[in-house]
């Protein structure tokens, strides 16, 4: 549950198109108890989900990597206790959307469903397309190209393409940005 001081802060964010979906994105119900093996890579998150992990945790462990956009360094996820997510409620649009990572493949975003993780195969009904719309909502406001640098410089080590169980386009056909 979000704790109350998080009403006003939601509001707050609003008008910056938070993507902020939890609850209806969480794969507890199909993990297989593995704790936390896709909590270990550089993970990406922009400011607004920085923000609202600290004033959570009051614990800030985010290196920043362009403007609007933070990581966690690899290894175990800082905000991972016990084996469990202690930001569950608030968790980045990258944890949200996992076991699919969003990759651009020839110039076109993708969401890749990555075989590392034990759930991939046993997604609940409507999880790819909840993925996917959440990945519209995310990328409707950033550049692809500008995730496309990121992974190159940071997740190229992260996941084995050969591993990769299914794809699915983000967009139907790419999508018109008013600047650019």
């Known amino acids: 549950m979000i704790p109350k001081a998080f009403n006003e802060f939601d509001e707050a964010y609003t008008s910056r198109r938070v993507v902020f979906h939890p609850k209806e994105m969480s794969l507890i119900t199909v993990c ?50 016990n084996g469990l997510c202690s930001v569950q409620e608030i968790k980045p649009y990258v944890c949200q959307i996992f076991p699919f990572v969003p990759r651009v493949d020839e110039g076109e975003l993708w ?18 397309e909840k993925a996917r719309r959440l990945s519209q909502e995310f990328f409707g406001i950033r550049h692809p190209k500008d995730y496309a640098e990121y992974w190159n ?25 008013a600047n650019g």
Request: net charge neutral; charged share 30%; hydrophobic share 35%.
């Open 153 to 177: 410089q940071n997740k190229g080590a992260d996941f084995d393409d050969a591993c990769t169980v299914f794809k699915v386009p983000v967009f139907d056909s790419k999508p018109e940005r």
């Open 32 to 81: 297989t108890d593995c704790r936390g093996k896709c909590c270990i890579g550089r993970t990406m998150v922009a400011a607004e989900e920085r923000d609202r992990i600290i004033a959570l945790t009051g614990q800030d462990y985010f290196v920043p990597w362009a403007k609007g956009l933070f990581y966690l360094e690899r290894g175990p996820c800082p905000y991972l206790k």
């Open 111 to 128: 969401l890749f469903c990555v075989g590392e993780c034990d759930a991939a195969s046993r997604l609940p009904l409507g999880f790819t």
